[in-house]
């Protein structure tokens, strides 16, 4: 898609840009280009503006320029999910002639109120099948969903260990084309990790929850299960997820080096005291050179650093 050679090891960064850099997706952001280029690979960057509506002007760029001035160097043009909508309508096409899919009249709130999901906080309610053997006399189809079947799909995390979810006793038939005619975050991440050759993901584990759903898609969809390793998630002092509200403004105004000394903290990564001190060229250096995947902290969340 965008022109990168072909290597062993392809990884990714794909913030949404609903705010500037926060904390924590400088963690996903470090761990993931980390992880690449100590492995020598390909680091992609795609932009998650799939969710019009949540998108904030002027963040993408923000994100960019935040990511540029910290050192990071990506591999090819920066993809946008809001320039292919056309690849996620052909996946959906396929996904609707084999009956995998069915429209849906339920609303948020009808289903918000039918039952909650094993957790509530990160996750939405699980759907409770309303209108999986056909629309409810009288009313209109809003969104489309995924049929998922009973049992588990389980995946070998890196780090996390072997996650399992029996999507349909835990989330139900999920959506992927949304009331308000944008196809869902489950699907695109699906057709552009495939489309853009990426072979291992490395993001927060606030997304774990998300893999089986995408593991279901891949498998509809005929293509190729990636690797995966979620690092921690960092969240405050009450263990809420770092927002891009709360820490945003903080990572734009801060000098590189005492922010990605602070992620690869976070990431158990032991960089000697001077690193904070030296040029972002020698940072990334040692930090390359030095990483360690088995020094990550094996846990969903950790606190993020308050003295960065
Ligand atoms: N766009 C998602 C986020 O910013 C990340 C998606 C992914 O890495 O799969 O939370």
């Not at 006399?137 to 588990?152: F, I, K, N, S």
């Not at 498998?219 to 945003?248: C, F, I, M, N």
Request: neutral net charge.
């Amino acid at each position: 898609m965008n022109g990168v050679a072909e290597t062993a090891y392809r990884g990714r960064f794909a913030p949404s840009p609903t705010g500037p850099l926060h904390f924590g997706s400088l963690v996903a952001a470090v761990g993931s280009y980390l992880d690449a280029r100590a492995a020598n690979g390909v680091w992609l960057l795609r932009m998650e503006d799939v969710d019009a509506p949540r998108a904030a002007p002027g963040a993408a760029q923000s994100i960019l320029h935040t990511l540029a001035r910290f050192g990071f160097v990506w591999d090819g043009e920066v993809a946008y999910q809001s320039r292919r909508t056309a690849r996620y309508r052909a996946a959906f096409e396929r996904l609707r002639l084999t009956g995998a899919v069915f429209p849906c009249a339920c609303s948020r709130r009808e289903v918000a109120d039918s039952t909650l999901g094993a957790d509530a906080r990160w996750s939405t309610p699980r759907y409770p099948g309303t209108c999986r053997d056909g629309l409810p006399e009288g009313r209109a189809p809003r969104a489309w969903r995924m049929r998922v079947e009973p049992g588990l799909i389980c995946f070998e995390d890196a780090l996390q260990g072997r996650y399992c979810q029996d999507l349909a006793a835990e989330v139900g038939d999920f959506v992927v084309l949304r009331a308000d005619g944008y196809f869902a975050y489950q699907l695109a991440v699906v057709v552009d990790d495939a489309e853009q050759g990426i072979t291992h993901i490395v993001r927060g584990a606030d997304l774990i929850a998300s893999t089986p759903r995408q593991l279901c898609l891949q498998q509809r969809l005929g293509l190729p299960q990636p690797a995966y390793l979620h690092l921690p998630a960092a969240v405050d002092a009450s263990g809420e997820k770092l927002s891009k509200q709360t820490r945003a403004r903080a990572i734009d105004a801060m000098r590189p080096q005492t922010a990605l000394t602070a992620a690869l903290e976070f990431l158990g990564q032991q960089p000697p005291a001077d690193l904070m001190e030296t040029d972002l060229d020698n940072l990334w250096r040692w930090a390359i050179a030095h990483w360690q995947r088995d020094l990550l902290p094996r846990r969903r969340v950790a606190p993020a650093p308050t003295d960065y």
